[in-house]
């Protein structure tokens, strides 16, 4: 809203979104903090687009964030990790679809839930680009990473903490639960250019590439141009980047033989947060470019993420760029 102040051709719709997806982050917040104590730990029994095993509360979260937003008037379209194709938006008769586009992954690190390790959601916010006054079509989803007017996530940790940026800043909110409301805590994040952590799931090792590994092993032994770093690796994308974030680190998720396309989706969580650790004075590439610059083809598109403080992204970056291109075209 301060920012808001700055610009008088602002109509507050963007505020106001963003308030309704703090509206859904209290909703799963509550449901997460209840989660041991109501019938809604453990899987779903059904399989999402992914082909993952969905989580009960994978399940609760997407269906929140989609009823929380979908009938404001300010969206026109959205998308979801959990679902295969846009989500349409209603258009009641007597007004106009909205002018932003969601995409969201409603609960990252959902296989963490049973052990009540931290978990968070990812979103993404856009202009549409096609004609306005009816819903929005897939290319309003499929744009650049550069062109987000807004990107942040919710952490559900110790404290419900909610991080994001539009463009200028990156600035962290703590959910104080005696008022129900978000609290500034973290104004103007801004991470350390050298970090003390790398964090990389290395069971994978066998199945990466040389120059994969020779990244990994100078950040674990140190060479002659970066120093050893301490492993911190919680498998919950959010959690690792926020520690990164805040104290100066990098991940890592390459692409390898199992995965050749990367892992994680380009849409749902490398761009936003590639947006978010830039405007924090970070950096995030695929290994060859910023993932900012990267076009999407495909709504599930998946890629490989080398994100965090910015002198140990370019450092890992000199190094994959001397792998091969993968040849086969990114998919779902």
């Given amino acids: 809203m301060e920012q ?33 104590l109501t019938d809604i730990l453990g899987a779903a029994g059904t399989v999402n687009v992914q082909g993952e095993v969905q989580q009960n509360l994978d399940v609760f979260a997407n ?37 932003y586009v969601l995409l969201f992954d409603p609960l990252d690190g959902s296989t963490n839930i049973d052990v009540n390790v931290s978990i968070g959601t990812i979103f993404s916010i856009h202009k549409r680009v096609t004609v306005g006054g009816q819903p929005g079509m897939l290319e309003d989803c499929l744009q650049v990473g550069r062109r987000q007017v807004a990107a942040g996530y919710i952490l559900y940790g110790s404290s419900t903490m909610l991080v994001y940026t539009t463009g200028r800043g990156v600035h962290g909110f703590t959910l104080d639960p005696t008022i129900g409301e978000f609290l500034l805590s973290h104004p103007q994040i801004t991470t350390p250019e050298v970090g003390k952590y790398y964090s990389v799931n290395e069971s994978n090792w066998n199945r990466w590439t040389p120059p994969v590994q020779r990244v990994v092993m100078a950040f674990k032994n140190g060479d002659g141009k970066v120093q050893s770093k301490n492993a911190r690796y919680i498998g919950s994308l959010v959690a690792d980047f926020h520690r990164n974030l805040i104290s100066g680190g990098i991940f890592l998720y390459p692409a390898d033989t ?14 936003p947060l590639a947006f978010v650790v830039e405007q924090a004075g970070g950096a995030a590439t695929d290994g060859r470019r910023p993932i900012l610059d990267t076009v999407p083809e495909s709504l599930h598109q998946r890629a490989p993420l080398v994100i965090g403080s910015k002198a140990d992204v370019d450092f890992a970056t000199s190094i994959l760029r001397a792998e091969p291109a993968p040849a086969v075209p990114a998919s779902r």
């Fill in 258 to 271: 199992r995965s050749p396309q990367g892992k994680l989706r380009l849409l749902y969580e490398a761009a």
């Fill in 63 to 99: 269906e929140t964030v989609r009823n929380a937003v979908q009938h404001t008037g300010r969206v026109c379209v959205m998308a979801s990790e959990e679902d295969e194709d846009p989500i349409p938006v209603p258009v009641p008769d007597d007004r106009r679809a909205g002018k």
């Fill in 4 to 36: 808001e102040r700055l610009h008088p051709e602002a109509t507050g719709e963007l505020s106001n979104l963003l308030y309704d997806i703090c509206l859904a982050a209290k909703i799963i917040s509550r449901q997460v903090r209840r989660a041991g």
